[in-house]
C-alpha cells in the first residue's frame, strides 16, 4: 500500500469487515461523492477526487478478499496429491503420443456422426430436433451441477 493511503480508513470499515460489510460502505461513499450529486458545486472537484480514493480503495479491498477466499476454498496440494498428477499427466502424454492419431480419427468420426444424426432428424422434424437439443442440453446441465458437489 502507498503510505498514507489506508483503504479501510477511507471505506470507514474494520480491518476484520467482511466483503458485504466493505461492499455496503462503498456503495454507501460512492452514493454519497458521487460527481453527479456535486454538479456545479464548488466541491465538485474534491468530491471526484474522493471518489477516485474510494474506487481505489474498493478494488484493493474487494480483490484481496476474493484472493483470499479463493485461497482458503482451495487447499494446498499435497506432495502425494502432486505426485500422482505428475504420474497421470506422464502417462496421459505416453499414452497420447502412442495412440493420438487413432484417438484423433476416432473423436472426428464420433462428433461428425452426432452432427449428422441431428441435422437428420431436424430435417425430419424440425420441432423434433430442438425436443433433442432441448434434452441434450438439459441433460449436461443436470450432470455439472451434480458434479459440482463432488469436486
Do not use: C
Not at 424440425?126 to 458434479?147: C, D, E, K, N, T
Request: no cysteine; charged share 20%; aromatic share 8%.
Amino acid at each position: 500500500m502507498a503510505a498514507g493511503f489506508d483503504p479501510y480508513e477511507i471505506l470507514g470499515v474494520g480491518k476484520d469487515a467482511t466483503l458485504e460489510q466493505i461492499r455496503a460502505a462503498y456503495r454507501e461513499k460512492v452514493a454519497r461523492y458521487h460527481p453527479d450529486k456535486h454538479r456545479g458545486n464548488p466541491l465538485e472537484e474534491l468530491a471526484a477526487a474522493k471518489l477516485v480514493e474510494i474506487n481505489r480503495a474498493w478494488e484493493m479491498l474487494s480483490g484481496a478478499r476474493v484472493r483470499s477466499t479463493a485461497k482458503r476454498a482451495a487447499p494446498p496440494a499435497s506432495a502425494g496429491t502432486k505426485l500422482v498428477r505428475t504420474v497421470g499427466l506422464f502417462v496421459a502424454l505416453l499414452f497420447f503420443l502412442r495412440f493420438g492419431l487413432v484417438l484423433g480419427r476416432e473423436l472426428i468420426v464420433i462428433v461428425r456422426a452426432f452432427v449428422l444424426g441431428v441435422l437428420f432428424v431436424v430435417r425430419m422434424s424440425p420441432v423434433l430436433g430442438v425436443a433433442v437439443v432441448m434434452a441434450i442440453a438439459l441433460g449436461a446441465g443436470y450432470f455439472l451441477r451434480s458434479r459440482k458437489g463432488h469436486g
